[in-house]
């Protein structure tokens, strides 16, 4: 595999040809904030924290959908990049109820995470508090939409790595949610086989384990790329 | 479903096609269709619910659909609709509870020229008065 | 050495941000030896004083009573901390917004929910009247820092206090919940 | 079929003639203000008047005078009527022959009319768009014919290079290195897609284009298949243009049975199908990812760009997308050669534009015009003015995702450039002209609500920064908002245009964004100095 040099922030670094700018950035030990993005899964591009700044192009770039080249100048964490990154972490507080107070995965979270990576202090904007409801219908598991991001972590882990797709994506805009299978509630849902993927590839506490009770939930999100590659590496 | 050999990529093609035969999408139709298709059923429930043609739940008996596009709206299209939701006791989207009239709006239905538009039961009315619009509505609400 | 005036403040909260400040102990009485505690529900004050340096704010806007009083206590502080969770975010406190507006919130809990069923309290001067959405302190007032934290601990609000009291600007890592 | 087979035609359609031929306008403009009835009621009249022999009564394509609708012209005298009720049948017959006719007639020296110029709209108005033969007879395909046998892929793609002609849908990418780029990319397949998604509120160019020419369409993507490579095209129209894609479906059947659409085509090597996609009611599906996706029959939702379609498109093979004008412009470029086509316009704008205009202005309907003349030519002269003499106050190019032009920029020339400069964007042709009662601010939430309501959801800044301007925009409208509020406003405008993920929320502040450049003290005007917080209405 051919390598590439191209320089963040400055500082000069080599990585393979076929590699992610925010691929080569981790290996530099450089770290751009991420939401939707996880290791083992495909990329959405969606949640627009990660965007960089490349010399040479206008429009910010997407780091985990964007492959490095040759003497490519990247910026990650310019005043213009952290005032958007600290928007749009504010923009999702803002959007459902997200009350770290009472939430399962409070301190284990990456959105709460994100918010002091950000350095969010406050929320600008308005609280949306949305009428939203929470599914524990399953025997194993609960979902909470009120902590939902819309990620679709869950939609792809549920697809791509168990290969069920019990999980989509249902309605648009901001009004859209994840649903199981016919939009049933969750423990109805024939196609799921309760392996718990979506689960581990939750970022906040919106899909939880029954059971745990405020900041108790812990898991490891890793997990999901440890599969993909013993399963690559087997076959 | 014949038709399109049973493609995953038709099934909006086909979802336009059980509206067009049943009105609208219930869930038994759009689980079928998924197994037909041999689709996940909430891939199929998240396309329905993504486009605004489908509807999940059933229409009025007849329709009145006000074109909320920027011409219309220019030409007084919000104050049309409000003196139809008025009439008929019915907020846009919405159906009558004995089923005979649906209030819809529409983004834009590109007869700008004619603004503003309505759309009785699949005809569209050019340069449409609020007043006569509001006895069609009424007509149609009292109909038997 | 001018003594500093401080004050502190309990809108719509549980009070647990005041008991994580009184879990500072003996550094109270440290605190003591550099500032007046003017007006608090921890001392017999009943109006905000004018002149007042710093200001810590616990909890959000739930009532007609805490519009009031935040207004005060901006005119009249210098600084304004929010101080924990629901005044930094609405928090438990704006946990009812999502269920509408006070009224049909006041309808739920007390007739449809009550037992036995009650009657909407109605006691103008004495029942404070409910905010519509409770929303946090930034949004009616502007707020000079924000201290999260459900409730922020004992040594994050000393350390806050300690860098004001230097004349510092103190350092906010951490965060909610 | 050859060369010869398409002339024959020709001669046979254009022999069958009969001495008169009343063209009466049947698309959806004009059937909404009862043009059906008028059509059926003139041939009636026809009949009555012992005319069979003499005059043909002929459904035709839009004429582009919506709002005087419905309209019927008299093919040899040129006499053009309009707002016809039915009843008036028999006096436009009669009147053929020198009878008294009292209805109001049309003017073809009004500017609306003298200062247009027709390529992609020269047969609107003239031909019958659901006879093939009518098509032929004006010349149809002669263009697909003549690039088939005498010209290679990268001649054609020259020749739509050096004509200059750029992207019809809005952003204006050139089209020669569009189909260049497609052309180039290797993949077992190719695809064209011909965008006829048309969103923007207050736009019908794509509608009346299909609704009266649909053969000029295919014609122009048979040319690009050809010139890209390709052997499968869709034509991916709005759900909400039920005439055009009856229309389109007869064209297709037509083609097909004539041997242009399918096999060998004029027994050539050269295959190419065409397939309708009808959209669902999705504005982001006019972004081209997005619309591939529906094509594919998921969710309409786009995906980053880099990887562009002309490399990796519907099912990732590469795809050439074009909106339904810019393939409107193709056969007439062939036709005339790409130095007449680069000859009118501008510098860097090539050919005309067709728009749509609309809203307070005496004449509302579609007109196609050179590129570089003034907006205000277009508004005052074309559109003669607002209807009631209120004075102008600006006009709305590009829909949600352009801008508001003031009247005191009138001067500005409509090129993609100029109206970028502005603060707009040419867009797909929407234009609304507002006059001085129309509430800026307004206008602003309405642009907003729609991009809020069309967002599809997939990226954070756009799902829920359009929420937020929404209900800020509702806030200042209400006179509820403060200083603060409206600075909120313009972060969030600006955090949109630089993170959304595509077009739509890239370009969803520009309405806001331009009514604040222009009319900013609309929105200072409303600002109150306190926050105001509702209590418990008892």
Redesign the interface.
């Known amino acids: 595999m051919a390598a590439r040099t191209l320089t963040i922030n400055g500082t000069l670094i080599s990585a393979r040809s076929n590699e992610t700018v925010l691929e080569a950035a981790r290996e530099a030990g450089i770290s751009i904030p991420t939401l939707c993005h996880l290791d083992g899964l495909s990329e ?5 924290l990660c ?1 960089v700044e490349i010399a040479g192009s206008a ?2 770039q ?1 780091a985990c ?1 964007t492959t490095v080249t040759e003497g490519m100048e990247v910026q990650t964490d310019t005043p ?1 990049l952290k005032a ?1 990154r600290r ?2 972490v504010e ?5 459902r ?1 997200h ?5 399962v995965a ?2 284990h979270c990456e959105l ?1 995470q994100l ?2 990576e950000v350095g ?13 409801s929470v599914d524990i219908s399953h025997a194993r598991f609960g979902i909470d939409h ?1 902590r939902c ?2 990620c679709t972590r869950c939609v792809r882990a549920c ?1 791509e790595v168990e290969g ?13 949610r994840v ?5 049933v509630p969750w423990g109805e849902a024939t ?1 799921c086989t309760s392996c718990g993927k979506c689960l581990l590839a939750c970022p906040t506490g919106a899909i939880f384990s029954r059971g745990s009770t405020v ?1 108790e939930l812990e898991r490891d999100a890793s997990r999901i790329a440890t599969i993909v590659a013993a399963r690559n590496e087997r076959w | 479903m014949k038709r399109h050999q049973y493609r995953a990529d038709a099934l909006i093609e086909v979802l336009h096609k059980a509206q067009e035969l049943y009105g609208h999408l219930t869930e038994d139709r759009l689980l079928e269709i998924a197994h037909s298709l041999h689709l996940p059923p909430s891939r199929v429930y998240g396309v329905a619910t993504f486009y605004h043609f489908f509807s999940l739940t059933p229409q009025g008996e007849h329709s009145c659909t006000v074109c909320l596009g920027t011409a219309c709206y220019v030409k007084g299209a919000m104050e049309l609709l409000a003196t139809l939701e008025t009439e008929s006791g019915l907020r846009a989207g919405s159906t009558s509870a004995d089923g005979k009239l649906s209030l819809l709006t529409a983004r834009c239905l590109g007869a700008c020229g004619i603004a503003p538009a309505v759309i009785v039961d699949g005809n569209v009315a050019g340069h449409a008065d609020p007043e006569v619009m509001r006895a069609r509505v009424r007509a149609l609400l009292d109909e038997d | 050495m001018n003594r500093l005036k401080l004050a502190t403040v309990w809108l719509g909260g549980c009070s647990g941000c005041h008991m994580s400040l009184l879990d500072l102990d003996e550094w109270l009485i440290d605190l003591a030896a550099h500032v007046d505690l003017v007006y608090s529900p921890i001392a017999d004050q009943k109006t905000f004083p004018e002149d007042v340096d710093l200001t810590l704010v616990e909890g959000a806007i739930a009532n007609d009573e805490h519009l009031e009083l935040i207004q005060d206590v901006r005119e009249r502080s210098r600084m304004v901390v929010a101080l924990g969770d629901c005044a930094v975010t609405g928090n438990v406190t704006a946990l009812r917004n999502p269920l509408g507006e006070a009224r049909s919130i006041l309808q739920q809990v007390y007739i449809e929910h009550g037992d036995p069923r009650g009657i909407l309290p109605s006691t103008p001067g004495i029942v404070p009247i409910l905010v519509d959405q409770v929303v946090p302190i930034h949004m009616i007032i502007p707020v000079d820092l924000f201290l999260a934290g459900c409730p922020p601990s004992g040594p994050r609000i000393r350390a806050v206090l300690e860098a004001l009291l230097a004349g510092t600007p103190p350092e906010l890592v951490g965060g909610f919940g | 079929m050859e060369f010869q087979d398409l002339q024959i035609m020709a001669e046979q359609e254009r022999s069958r003639r009969k001495a008169i031929r009343i063209h009466c306008c049947t698309s959806s403009g004009c059937q909404a203000s009862g043009a059906l009835e008028l059509f059926h009621q003139l041939q009636a009249a026809v009949e009555a008047a012992g005319q069979n022999e003499r005059v043909d009564i002929v459904g035709v394509g839009c004429m582009g005078f919506c709002g005087q609708g419905p309209m019927v012209s008299v093919e040899a005298d040129g006499v053009l009527f309009e707002h016809v009720r039915p009843e008036q049948a028999p006096e436009i017959i009669a009147s053929l022959d020198g009878g008294p006719c009292n209805v109001k007639q049309g003017d073809h020296a009004h500017p609306f009319f003298s200062r247009q110029l027709h390529i992609v709209r020269r047969n609107g108005g003239v031909i019958d768009p659901e006879r093939i033969e009518e098509y032929i007879a004006v010349g149809g395909y002669q263009a697909l014919y003549h690039v088939l046998h005498e010209m290679s892929p990268a001649e054609v793609i020259d020749a739509i290079t050096r004509s200059g002609l750029r992207g019809r849908g809005g952003a204006g990418y050139p089209t020669g290195l569009k189909w260049a780029t497609v052309a180039k990319s290797p993949g077992e397949r190719k695809f064209v897609i011909c965008n006829g998604d048309e969103g923007d509120p207050g736009a019908f160019m794509d509608r009346s284009i299909l609704e009266s020419d649909p053969h000029l369409i295919l014609e122009g993507m048979s040319i690009a298949a050809y010139a890209v490579g390709a052997d499968q095209g869709y034509l991916y129209v709005r759900g909400e243009y039920p005439l055009a894609i009856a229309r389109l479906q007869k064209a297709i059947a037509q083609a097909r049975k004539h041997d242009l659409l399918g096999s060998q085509i004029f027994d050539t090597s050269f295959n190419f199908r065409v397939d309708i996609r009808v959209g669902a009611g999705a504005f982001v599906c006019g972004e081209e990812t997005a619309l591939i996706a529906s094509i594919e029959g998921r969710r309409g939702q786009p995906r980053p760009r880099p990887p562009y379609p002309a490399e990796h498109g519907l099912w990732g093979y590469p795809t050439l997308i074009n909106n339904v004008e810019t393939f409107g412009n193709i056969a007439p470029i062939i036709t005339n050669g790409a130095d007449w086509y680069a000859g009118i316009g501008t510098e860097r704008s090539k050919g005309t534009k067709v728009f749509a205009l609309t809203g307070k202005v005496r004449n509302t309907g579609l007109i196609e015009v050179p590129m570089g003349m003034t907006i205000r030519e277009i508004v005052e002269e074309l559109g003669g003015g607002t209807p009631d003499g209120t004075p102008v106050k600006g006009v709305q190019t590009g829909g949600p995702s352009g801008g508001c032009i003031p009247e005191a920029l009138f001067d500005t020339p409509v090129d993609y450039e100029s109206l970028a400069e502005v603060g707009s964007i040419m867009g797909s042709g929407g234009m609304v002209v507002m006059d001085a009662t129309t509430n800026m601010v307004e206008i602003a939430r309405f642009y907003m609500e729609f991009c809020m309501d069309e967002s599809c959801g997939k990226c954070i800044p756009c799902r829920t920064g359009t929420v937020q301007m929404y209900r800020l925009l509702s806030k200042i409208s209400a006179g509820q908002a403060t200083a603060a509020d409206l600075a909120t406003l313009e972060q969030l405008c600006h955090l949109l245009r630089e993170t959304s993920l595509c077009g739509l929320g890239q370009s969803a502040p520009n309405p806001v964004q331009s009514t604040l450049r222009y009319f900013r003290e609309e929105y200072e005007r409303l600002l109150r100095k306190r926050v105001r917080i509702n209590l418990t209405s008892r």
């Not at chain 1, 923009?91 to 959007?95: M, R, V, Y």
Request: with cysteine.
């Open positions: 959405v591009g969606a949640c627009r965007l429009k910010l997407p959908h213009r958007h928007a749009i923009l999702l507080f803002a959007e109820n009350i770290c107070a009472v939430c409070s301190g709460q918010a002091v969010m202090s406050h929320v600008r904007y308005e609280y949306l508090s949305p009428d939203c009120n991001v819309l697809d069920v797709h019990t999980w989509d994506i249902a309605g648009r805009g901001t009004n859209a649903i199981t299978d016919l939009n196609s900041a």
